[in-house]
């Protein structure tokens, strides 16, 4: 795939973690979602697979419904992959749309898998009150 110069997805990895961050620019519509996904499939079946991929919305100024869509097919290809998936900066209009559709947990799951304590039992609460 020849990735346009004013291209509004930019991947940038990282070698030394084997961590994809890609730079969401402008409005993530049919066409720049079918580009992010394009680019994001094509480094986690490539020859160096990232272990991480970062979605950095800093520069993001909109999203649809064919853009969302594109998210949770993202989604998908990095659970298959083994990958962890992370929405960095994620803008006010994002995280609001993310959060009435439902799907923030599901795109997000990795975060919180991560965050997670390692230890069996670890920062779970108990109920004084013999629940």
Known sequence: MSMARDSRV??????????????????????????????????????????????????????????????LMIRRHTGAAGAALHLDNRPVALERLLRRTNVLGHLTAAETAEAAPERPGAGLVHSAYGD
């Open 10 to 71: 930019r991947p940038a990895p990282d070698r030394e973690t084997v961590t994809l961050t890609v730079r969401v620019c402008g409005d993530l519509d049919e066409a720049a979602g079918a580009e992010l996904t394009a680019v994001v499939v094509a480094r986690l079946t490539g020859p160096e697979p990232p272990r991480t991929v970062r979605l950095d919305f800093r520069a993001l100024e909109g999203i649809d419904r064919l853009g969302l869509a594109e998210l």
